[in-house]
Structures are given as C-alpha cells and as structure tokens.
C-alpha cells in the first residue's frame, strides 16, 4: 500500500528523507532507462515541467488519456500519507480549447497525527471538469499563456480522509516560453483555488482557499528526456475570498519528462517544503496546512 512507501514523519531526518527519495529515484530510474528508447522531437509542454504545467493544449481533434498520482507526507508528528490516483480524458476541440473530465481515488494511512484521527482507508475521491483556453501560442508570440478554470466535487477530505460534500474550482494562469530553442524552457504558474466543504458527520460547513504561484526549467539531456526543477509557494486561507491567512510555504524539488515512441510520455516530480508559517506557529516548516514531501508521478498518451 501507499503508507508502507513512506517513513514516519517523527523519525530522525535521515529517515524522512530516505524512502521518499528512493520512491523519486526509482521512478527517475524509470524514466532515465526508457529515455534510450527514440521518440519524436514535438514536445507538448502541459506535462513538461512537475507540478507547474505548461500552455499547450494539443492541436485541434486530438485526444489524450492520462493517470497522475499524487503523494503527499510528513507531518510535525505521528505518521500521516495521503494519495491520490487520477485518471482525465482530454479532448481539443480547436487549436486554442480544450474540454476535460476526470475521476480519482485516494488513500490514507493516518496515526498519531495532532488533530487528525488515526485512519487506513480507501475511498473515491473526486469528480472534475476542466476547460482550456490558450490566448497566446509561444511558437507565434513572446510567451505561451493559457487560462484554466476547473469546477471539481470532492467525497472525502484531502487531509483526515473523513466523508465530506465538497465543492470547489481552481483558476490558473500557465505561462511558458522558450529559453533556448528546443533546449531549454522556463514555466510560470498562478492559481487559485476556492473550497467549500460539508462535514458529513456534523453538517459543519468551511470554506477555504489557496493562492499558489511557482517557477519551473527543464532542460533536454537528448532526444526525449527532459530533466529540471521547480519552486512553489503556496498561501493557505480560512474563508473563501483569501480572508484569513493560515499558513505559508515553499516547495522546491526535481523534475524529469520523457517522451516515448508512439505519443507516449512519462514524468515524475518531487518537492520538498524548505520553508514555511503556520499561523501562531514559530516553527520553520508549516505541517499543519502542508505536508513536508509531495510527489507526483504521471503517465500518458495521445491519440
């Protein structure tokens, strides 16, 4: 399962760091070792990068089918993991939109976390839609900029796991643009992402909101293998205009594309929290809205 991956959040920091990066180093393994096999030179950019996405949405009538799995880890105390595992249909309506739906999974394996009741379970996830709409191709201006809007219900809560009716929508702003010619491209991210969430349990209605925002490079090694990094910095917020901030934190972490024959493309990412504040908190880390480790693995192909 996904909770015997990773290490408990309060052993010593060797034993934070280890699984997680054995986990990325495989799946860089992984990729590295495909990366021999030839593959087309067109690169999409969406997937290029980690968690920060590039502009291209495909070319008109093209399909595409894609699982992502997300784990996240590391609390200030006890063990906490939480994953998810989504798959997404997408469809290019014209060169400049693109319609997609998709469904997820999720699990939690939870103990001695303050706050959060211990829990090993497995549950449906979420629902989402999204819409695409790129303003600007990099190839015929500076930058490449696409807008996102996408509306998701949720089933559980991403953090303790506990049955929720949850509804919310993220709207992104990607920006890319190449740096060197088919060598080296650089993405910009802008999000945000407002929440409301109904206990099941209580009938207690919350509201939050993120505000995120991150940098990304990826460099091509050779024919299909990308390798890079990426910075976030995400703003968590009681309420659902931004209203009171809760807790701050910067992710910086690797990343790696291939590109396989046949429209097939592997990446991996993994962050790492090297700063963050909850509020009234003096510590250095936030572990309270955040994780310390989140990694995301994708596969995909288009058709």
Known sequence: MLGQVWSRAGSPVLGK????????ALG?????SASSVGAADKVDSEHLFGFIEGSDIGSTGEREFKNETTLRTGKAAGAFTAGTSEA???YTLS????LSAGASLAYFDISGVSGIADTSRA?????SFSARFRAWDRNRAPVGLTFSIEPHWGFVDETNGSRIGHFGTEAAMLMDRELIAD???????VAFENDRIRSVASNVIQHESILASGLALAARTNQSLWLGAEVRYLRSYDGAALNALSGQAVYFGPTAFVALPNNYWLSAALSVQVWGRAVGSSSSLDLVNFERFQAKFRVGFSF
Do not use: H, M, Y
């Open 123 to 127: 549950a449906i996830a979420s629902a």
């Open 183 to 189: 060598r080296l491209l650089a993405g910009l991210n």
């Open 88 to 90: 997404e249909l997408k």
């Open 28 to 32: 860089l393994i992984t990729i590295l």
């Open 95 to 98: 060169d400049n939109f693109r």
């Open 17 to 24: 760091l280890s699984r997680p990066t054995i986990v990325a």
